[in-house]
């Protein structure tokens, strides 16, 4: 653009005059006042209006600069003709697809739904790209799966780095070139633009795109989003300006329905809703970046099978249940402590436990021997539990009764090999324990029940560890049995919440009291 240009915005049919300079690092931009002109200016990035000199001033960004040619009636769409491709590998067909997606776009989302082979989709694309130097990034059990899928498909390109969201920043400051292609797994961690690995994310992507030939590929798990503005960060690192709003806040602006809420704190605007007419022209306008699969669109599989088991909770744990709801400051903080007392132990001040009991391992015990080999069982069982207390004890217990087991939470994995384990065909039983939070990207094809010994306060753990069987390679003649164990009425709150997917924040004391009284 010249230092000093007239030039035309179309904008809904109109055409406005206006001029622009460049000064510095940023754009005046200077027009006789029109109502259509001043909504767009305000949706660029840090636009700000100058009094004084009775102009826009603009910062010069990529952002800004895409939107400013979007306006001058420029439609820059990102598709290049790849042809035919003779796959090598036997592939799904919405995985040609994906593959056909990305590398035609180089910079695009893959909203496919869990289990749909996300991973074999991209080490095709990399091998395809003619580049070498990727990255991967990805949470640590997702990580460890992409390890193992890299060996299993025997890729040709292997990452040259391969590193979590939490470690990216290192990586950055420790590399001396820049990737020519990136992939975010499990892209949500991204969504907010305020946090500190969103920041690294996206100045990776802005080093990455100054190669026009370079890939951005965002996998997600979720064809839709909890809430719609979480794809405008994830847009933004592939390809800045593409969504019209210039920051988050102009984004739910234009698309939420908000209303005025005072706590005491002062007055903000919740989000109690979302305008389905601006969010329907919001998809049309992400399509061409974004491609989207459900897995019933894709495979034919048995439909999951929940069952919830109330265990016979004795007198005395109903007694300390209602003392501690009792004698707690706030609601969580009962709610964590009648887990506690619900999974058979309480921690104690200096970081020990005392375990008390709990009838939920005598439902633990008939589900290893339902699905024990000697039984016609397929000798695989994963357990989720919400602490570090519950997990270790499991462990004992699985071993008394003649299991082998591993644990996947917070620590990492206790075996480097317990994935390999899991999916081996020999006949023993093997059985996983984990916190839900901690199997993001994860496969657990070869069992037949997920049971939920407790479950923690976070739907999306809930929703993403419910799907980690449902995918190729299951048994498709088995549907997916959900065991949830239920000691007292609180877990069964718990669940219901998770289900709504709400938190635990709106809940009271009194809830909690009312719930208890009925045992």
């Known amino acids: 653009m010249q230092r000093n240009a007239d030039i035309t915005f179309k904008i809904r049919g109109q055409e406005i005059q206006v001029k622009i300079t460049r000064i510095s690092d940023h754009y005046l931009i200077v027009s006789p006042y029109n109502e259509l002109l001043v909504e767009e200016l305000r949706n660029l990035h840090k636009a700000r209006w100058q009094p004084k000199l009775k102009a826009w001033k603009v910062p010069i960004n990529e952002r800004n600069n895409y939107a400013i040619s979007y306006l001058r009636g420029y439609r820059y769409f990102p598709d290049n003709n790849v042809g035919i491709i003779n796959f090598q590998r036997r592939l799904f067909k919405h995985q040609e697809e994906g593959i056909k997606f990305a590398l035609s776009r180089r910079r695009c989302i893959l909203a496919f739904e869990m289990g749909l082979g996300k991973t074999l989709i991209s080490i095709e694309v990399m091998e395809r790209s003619g580049f070498s130097n990727w990255w991967i990034v990805a949470p640590y059990g997702a990580q460890m799966e992409w390890i193992r899928q890299l060996k299993k498909w025997k890729s040709k390109v292997y990452p040259c780095v391969t590193t979590t969201y939490e470690s990216l920043h290192k990586r950055m400051e ?161 709610l964590e402590r009648l887990r506690e ?107 037949f029940c997920l049971c939920y010994y407790s479950n923690n306060f976070d739907p999306n753990s809930r929703i993403q560890s419910l799907e980690r069987r449902d995918r190729p390679g299951m048994d498709s003649k088995v549907g997916t049995r959900i065991v949830d164990l239920i000691n007292l009425p609180t877990d069964q709150k718990i669940l219901d919440r998770l289900n709504e997917r709400l938190t635990m924040q709106a809940v009271t004391l009194e809830e909690i009291k009312k719930c208890l009284n009925h045992m």
Request: glycine content about 8%; charged content about 25%; proline content about 3%.
């Open 174 to 334: 420790e590399s001396s070139t820049t990737p020519q292609g990136v992939i975010f797994d499990e892209s949500i961690k991204i969504k907010n633009p305020n946090a500190q690995r969103s920041h690294y994310a996206s100045e990776l992507c802005r080093l990455i795109r100054s190669n026009s030939q370079s890939y951005i590929i965002l996998l997600s798990g979720a064809p839709a989003p909890k809430e719609p503005v979480d794809w405008w960060h994830q847009l933004e690192c592939i390809f800045p300006g593409w969504i019209r709003e210039g920051d988050k806040h102009k984004f739910i602006k234009r698309y939420a329905i908000t209303q005025t809420q005072d706590h005491g704190y002062g007055q903000f605007q919740e989000i109690i809703g979302w305008n389905k007419e601006e969010i329907k022209k919001l998809g049309k306008r992400i399509a061409p970046l974004v491609m989207v699969k459900q897995k019933g669109d894709c495979f034919d599989l048995p439909a999951k099978i929940f069952d919830v088991i109330q265990c016979e909770t004795s007198e005395n744990t109903k007694e300390v249940a209602r003392f501690l709801a009792n004698n707690s400051q706030s609601a969580i903080i009962a």
């Open 341 to 447: 007392l619900s999974d058979g132990f309480q921690y104690n001040k200096d970081g020990t436990y005392t375990w008390v009991g709990s009838k939920k391992l005598e439902i633990v015990k008939q589900l290893l021997s339902f699905y024990d080999v000697e039984n016609g069982g397929p000798g695989r069982l994963i357990i989720f539990a919400a602490f570090r207390a519950s997990i270790i004890k499991l462990k004992e217990f699985v071993k008394e009764n003649g299991w082998l087991s591993d644990t996947i939470d917070g620590r990492g994995f206790s075996n480097g090999g317990c994935l390999d384990m899991f999916d081996s065909t020999d006949n023993y039983n093997y059985c996983l324990i984990c916190h839900a939070s901690c199997v993001l990207g994860l496969n657990f094809s070869k069992t």
